[in-house]
């Protein structure tokens, strides 16, 4: 493929940010826009997007076509999608209208993706869709498994005020294909990653790479929004670390069963979850933000694949709930 146009749908946290990487080292040759919407959209369009990086002095700040209508872009080579799970499907028509032939779509996504099954070859579930992620198959009908890049991000980022957006370390991103093919698209996407100043590596096992994740982010993200505490205030406080354990075993056992591989321990898995620092989870950023919480890929999805898989997920089960009955009192309150 040859990449001329990028839009970055959903130009949040990390698509925002990846969208500023792009855009300022390529702004000449490849047209770079992104879909945004609200207040965030009106800073970009007034003062452009802004980028902290953890390891700059000064923040970037690029101007972006940006908008909230995707209709008004033409079709694109490459869509960079930075919308969190549960706002895939309601943009679904949206990408829809930015697709060619030979689009390809990245989706930065924590969790279980509405993708997971397709080519997969080692659950014994090929090609399962899953309505709760893509209600009604609207994604896997209007854009389609086979132009997805998977790609699991291991950066905390948060947009601090609309327009701006701050990382909390200098992170990495993995890209990966569903069939697991190291194909000429994949490396293609991952070269222009690089020349834009990303960290990314790719892989022929994304789904190692996700549940390798979700491993931290099934238990950090509920437990954070639920207490509100930082990602130190929970390893440092014995019930909740603990807590942290039980899941991290629980996501390693349902994600086995569905034959993902493990390349570390949990011991070691928690202490990498140290060095992440004293940061909020995104999860934790949107309850404070009144905002819709991503439960279902996070958390829904262990205790959802658990039963298919015939694997136990007590502690989960119970953080789902609580989880899920928080994001509707919290959304109560905020249209109050
Ligand atoms: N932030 C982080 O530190 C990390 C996040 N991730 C994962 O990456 C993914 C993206 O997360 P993150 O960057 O935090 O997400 P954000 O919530 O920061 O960004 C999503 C953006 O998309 C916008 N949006 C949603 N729907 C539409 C739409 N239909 N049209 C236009 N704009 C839209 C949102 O607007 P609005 O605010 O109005 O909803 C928001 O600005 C998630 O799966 C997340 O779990 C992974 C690692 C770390
Ligand atoms: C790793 C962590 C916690 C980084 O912020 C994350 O993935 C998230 O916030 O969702």
Redesign the pocket.
Same mark, same amino acid.
């Given at each position: 493929m040859t990449i001329k146009s990028i839009c970055i749908?959903?130009?949040?946290?990390?698509?925002?940010?990846i969208a500023v990487k792009l855009a300022s080292r390529f702004g000449n040759d490849v047209t770079v826009s992104v /879909? &945004?919407?609200?207040a965030?959209?009106e800073a970009i369009r007034e003062g452009g997007l802004s980028l902290h990086e953890a390891d700059a002095d000064r923040p970037i700040n690029v101007r972006i076509t940006a908008t909230?209508d995707?209709t008004t872009l033409p079709p694109q080579d490459l869509i960079i999608?930075?919308?969190?799970?549960h706002?895939l499907g309601?943009?679904a028509e949206?990408m829809a209208a930015l697709l060619k032939d030979g689009t390809r779509v990245v989706m930065?996504?924590?969790?279980i993706p509405w993708w997971y099954f397709h080519r997969d070859t080692q659950s014994g579930h090929a090609e399962l869709q899953l309505d709760e992620l893509d209600p009604g198959g609207k994604l896997w009908r209007l854009v389609g498994p086979e132009r997805v890049i998977g790609c /699991? &991000?291991?950066?905390?980022?948060?947009?601090v005020n609309p327009g701006e957006i701050r990382l909390?370390n200098v992170?990495r991103f993995v890209l990966g294909e569903p069939s697991g093919e190291m194909s000429a698209d994949l490396e293609t996407v991952a070269g222009l990653f690089a020349r834009a100043g990303l960290n990314v590596s790719t892989t022929p096992r994304i789904r190692d790479e996700i549940w390798s994740?979700l491993t931290g982010?099934a238990a950090f993200?509920p437990i954070s929004a639920l207490t509100r505490a930082l990602m130190t205030d929970i390893m440092a406080d014995p019930a909740l670390f603990d807590m942290v354990g039980k899941i991290m075993n629980e996501v390693r056992a349902v994600g086995s069963a569905l034959g993902a591989k493990f390349s570390i321990t949990i011991e070691e898995r928690l202490q990498q979850s140290r060095h992440i620092g004293p940061?909020r989870?995104?999860?934790l950023?949107?309850l404070l933000?009144g905002?819709?919480l991503?439960i279902v890929?996070?958390v829904g999805m262990v205790v959802a694949l658990g039963r298919t898989a015939n694997v136990p997920t007590p502690v989960s089960e119970v953080i789902l709930a609580l989880v899920t009955q928080l994001d509707k009192e919290n959304q109560r309150s905020a249209t109050r």
């Open positions: 749908y959903g130009a949040g946290a990390l698509g925002g940010a /879909v &945004a919407r609200g965030h959209l909230d995707p999608t930075g919308l969190k799970g706002q309601p943009a949206g930065v996504l924590n969790g /699991v &991000a291991l950066q905390g980022a948060e947009v909390s992170g994740k982010n993200n940061v989870t995104s999860m950023q949107d933000a905002k819709a991503e890929p996070l």
